[in-house]
T-cell receptor, first 119, second 113 residues
Framework: EPEVTQTPSHQVTQMGQEVILRCVPI?????FYWYRQILGQKVEFLVS????????KSEIFDDQFSVERPDGSNFTLKIRSTKLEDSAMYFC?????????????????FGEGSRLTVL | TQLLEQSPQFLSIQEGENLTVYCNSS?????LQWYRQEPGEGPVLLVT?????EVKKLKRLTFQFGDARKDSSLHITAAQPGDTGLYLC?????????????FGTGTRLLVSP
């Protein structure tokens, strides 16, 4: 069964360092997402990406964050200068897409997550 | 800011009992999804409800979307230990749809044999 894969599974970094989290979405999917979950808190939307550009982003997704689809298979999240409060589980997800008029299921397939620890 | 509050936060029951989890908001959503998350894994979609008042059944799980599309419930009949996990509701905004899900605060369910 196709799945979303994420690397690394766990990364420890020093505050101020740059981090890149990598994701390989399901191959025929068109929408890509990053969500994060701080320990003990709810899952929070960061950004969605479609047709090689950001389609939606949250207030969390500030100038320190960027996303890229460099080669048609990988989807990356870069945090330029990590802060302590960036420590969280970061989930990548992908979907076939959705059509408002057809009310598709809009199923997001999530990866297993990358745990980021900022010291 | 759209918020989804789930209740209860924690639920510990015996095998065979019934339970209901609630997901409430003051905002209207175009659709609402329920996910289940196991430790160390990402959320997995259980169901999507789209129409106000809609009821969907998935074996022993019954999902309902409120008439006003602001709330939802998940009812489990005769819970089993395999139902143990974190249940999350997630709303799709009227303007943003599934591009930007708002997740609920989560309900952690423990079903003991």
């Amino acid at each position: 069964e196709p799945e979303v894969t994420q690397t690394p599974s766990h990364q420890v970094t020093q505050m101020g360092q740059e981090v890149i989290l990598r994701c390989v979405p399901i191959s025929n999917h068109l929408y890509f997402y990053w969500y994060r979950q701080i320990l003990g808190q709810k899952v929070e939307f960061l950004v969605s990406f479609y047709n090689n550009e950001i389609s939606e982003k949250s207030e969390i997704f500030d100038d320190q964050f960027s996303v890229e689809r460099p080669d048609g298979s990988n989807f990356t999240l870069k945090i330029r200068s990590t802060k302590l409060e960036d420590s969280a589980m970061y989930f990548c997800a992908s979907s076939e897409g959705w059509d408002r008029s057809q009310a598709s299921t809009g199923e997001l397939f999530f990866g297993e997550g990358s745990r980021l620890t900022v010291l | 800011t759209q918020l989804l509050e789930q209740s209860p936060q924690f639920l510990s029951i015996q095998e065979g009992e019934n339970l209901t989890v609630y997901c409430n908001s003051s905002s209207v959503f175009s659709s609402l999804q329920w996910y289940r998350q196991e430790p160390g894994e990402g959320p997995v979609l259980l169901v999507t409800v789209v129409t106000g008042g809609e009821v969907k059944k998935l074996k022993r799980l019954t999902f309902q979307f409120g008439d006003a599309r602001k709330d939802s419930s998940l009812h489990i009949t005769a819970a089993q230990p395999g139902d143990t996990g974190l249940y999350l509701c997630a709303g799709a905004g009227v303007n943003t749809g599934f591009q930007k899900l708002v997740f609920g605060t989560g309900t952690r369910l423990l079903v003991s044999p």
